[in-house]
């Protein structure tokens, strides 16, 4: 079958040293780029890392330090890759939890632009996992009647992953689907945004979780101990968690996200006078810097956020609760 397609939909998967989105790089990148009039544009970069692979990787996906020699880095071919993917929608097998942000990753560690804006993401893997639950190669096989071969080869993973959504289109279209709410809706169709929708109900921002849409659209967090609140409630009663997260070891892209909530939160405190309190200070966050020592950290700390009580809106003298909050707030 033909997708019906509005714009390019690139399928893509990378081979990498590991799992760890922050740490780990991309070896392999392979994107199949089906295009509105059915054709199909396929392209594949070996990559050189950097960083040595682990045998544990080698061994999955079959690519060793010796097979990368020579081969480009990252920051070599990265506006090559941005630019193919420049005009599509992107689509993979479990491509919203791993593969967007591991590349996005990349993009920003090199300083390459690249927008997520304005995308639809089809991850195929959640099609599969919410209408039947099983991996990409029984995947390809209850869909296409096949055996994949040379699974973790990164052009046969996202060929098959492309042949598998159109199998899941012909399979599930017009079929009813049950959320947890009990609505029922027919949300396979062929259409990227339907899929887009359907392959992200739990809404991230950030792709790699620690951000998420609540059921409003506004952002709130969905770990540690401000999960489930909204992200500009803890920035207003403990502003200091921003800064903790832009120089804790989180991904980049998460990082961007986050600047950018900051960034309109202290707007609209800017705008609002009424709504500031003494307990937020709106200085600007600086960038991350080398602290030798732990106990500095806390000093520095203590000391921007007792400004910003002495700094509150009616000018009050700091008093014996401020200082109390202040030793709850930075007690070990």
């Known amino acids: 079958m033909k997708l019906n397609l509005r714009r390019p939909l690139a399928f893509f998967d990378l081979e990498t040293t590991g799992i760890n989105i922050s740490a780990d790089r991309i070896v392999e990148i392979s994107i199949l780029k089906a295009l ?20 544990e990787s080698s061994l999955i996906h079959g690519i060793y330090d010796k097979d990368i020699e020579g081969a480009p880095t990252f920051k070599e071919i990265g506006a090559e890759v941005a630019a193919f993917l420049e005009d ?43 209408m039947e639950q099983r991996t990409l190669k029984a995947a390809y096989k209850f869909y296409c009647d096949s055996s994949l071969e040379n699974a973790h080869s990164a052009e046969a993973d996202v060929r098959a992953t492309y042949e598998v959504l159109k199998a899941q289109i012909e399979r599930y279209e017009g079929q009813s ?24 109900l739990t809404r991230p921002v950030d792709f790699a979780g620690r951000l998420v849409f609540d059921e409003n659209g506004v952002e709130v967090f969905s770990f540690g101990k401000h999960k489930g609140k909204a992200v500009e409630d803890v920035f207003g009663i403990e502003p200091s968690y921003y800064s903790w997260m832009m120089q804790g070891d ?17 707007a609209n405190m800017q705008s609002s ?8 200070p ?9 602290v030798t020592a732990a106990s500095d950290k806390h000093q520095q700390q203590q ?15 700091i008093t014996a609760d401020m200082l109390v909050n202040l030793q709850e707030k930075f007690k070990k």
């Open 36 to 55: 509105p009039n059915g054709d199909e544009e396929v392209k594949t970069w070996k990559v050189n890392p950097g960083i040595p692979i682990p045998l």
């Open 88 to 130: 599509a929608d992107l689509a993979g097998y479990n491509s919203n939890k791993f593969d967007i942000p591991l590349i996005m990753e990349e993009f920003l560690r090199n300083n390459i632009s690249f927008d997520l804006e304005g995308r639809s993401f089809v991850d195929v893997q959640n099609i599969f996992h919410q």
């Open 177 to 200: 689907w049950e959320n947890k709410k009990g609505e029922v809706s027919t949300p396979v169709q062929n259409d990227v945004q339907a899929l887009h929708e359907f392959t992200n």
């Open 250 to 266: 989180f991904p980049l892209y998460t990082k961007r996200c986050l600047e950018k909530i900051w960034a309109r939160w202290r």
């Open 273 to 280: 006078p009424s709504q500031q309190t003494s307990s937020a």
């Open 282 to 290: 709106l200085g600007k966050i600086v960038p991350k810097t080398k």
């Open 303 to 317: 000391k921007k956020t007792t400004q910003g009580y002495s700094k509150n809106k009616k000018g009050q003298p």
